[in-house]
């Protein structure tokens, strides 16, 4: 049980264009979804928190208006990427709380994005 | 605010030797701790935690981790270590709940080595 799923899982974009990744929860309801970011060997970086039906909260230092976060239902939050550059190339990652039976956050299998 | 601290960003370790990847972490309330793994180009999996209870924590392939909460820290070991354990492990941190965030340290790169 608690399985996320991320797609897609690769994709290629041309600068300036927008990219969608979603991340559905497939056998529990969230809530709450977490974005991440991951530099080729770095850790993730904490993105927004998502919460279903509000507004996104976002971490310190990460634009709004470009990476736009919708959570439109208890199991789909989307990460719209906007006007993309070749800085924005990364590994971005999903994640949502579960509660029962046993507390734990569980992940996507991330997205890799490229912008050329 | 919680943070956490992986002092080591590499260790190498001969295959069926022992190994430590040390954690740290600094809160002012009580906090769950977690321990992933990643391999290359793929998501995070979950290792083992810490929610409450037993501070010996194991998981199904021989890893375990000790919480100790006078040192705050989360040490991940394994008696020995296989050549596929070679992956990036992340030590994690939350103070529970829906809609508290995972805060992660900078990672270790586990390398074992025929």
């Known amino acids: 049980g608690a399985v996320v799923s991320q797609h897609p899982s690769r994709v290629i974009c041309k600068s300036g264009t927008s990219v969608k990744i979603e991340c559905r929860s497939l056998d529990f309801q969230a809530t709450t979804m977490f974005w991440y970011r991951q530099f080729p060997k770095q850790s993730l970086m904490l993105m927004a928190t998502s919460n279903e039906g509000s507004k996104a909260t976002y971490e310190q230092g990460v634009e709004k208006d470009k990476f736009l976060i919708n959570h439109a239902s208890l199991t789909l939050s989307t990460l719209t990427v906007t006007s993309a550059h070749p800085e924005d190339s990364s590994f971005y990652i999903c994640s949502a709380t579960v509660d029962r039976p046993n507390y734990g956050y569980t992940f996507g299998s991330g997205t890799r994005l490229t912008v050329v | 605010a919680q943070s956490v601290t992986q002092l080591d960003s590499q260790v190498p370790v001969f295959e069926e030797a022992p190994v430590e990847l040390r954690c740290n972490y600094s809160?002012?309330?009580?906090?769950?701790l977690f321990w992933y793994v990643q391999y290359p180009n793929q998501g995070l999996q979950l290792l083992l935690k810490?929610?409450?209870?037993?501070?010996l924590v194991e998981s199904i392939n021989g890893f375990e981790a000790e919480f100790n909460k006078s040192q705050t820290s989360f040490h991940l070991r394994k008696p020995s270590v296989h050549i596929s354990d070679t992956a990036e492990y992340f030590c994690a941190v939350s103070r529970g709940g829906a809609t508290n965030k995972l805060i992660f340290g900078t990672g270790t790169l586990l390398a074992v080595q025929p």
């Open positions: 809160s002012s309330v009580s906090v769950y």
């Open positions: 810490y929610l409450s209870g037993s501070t």
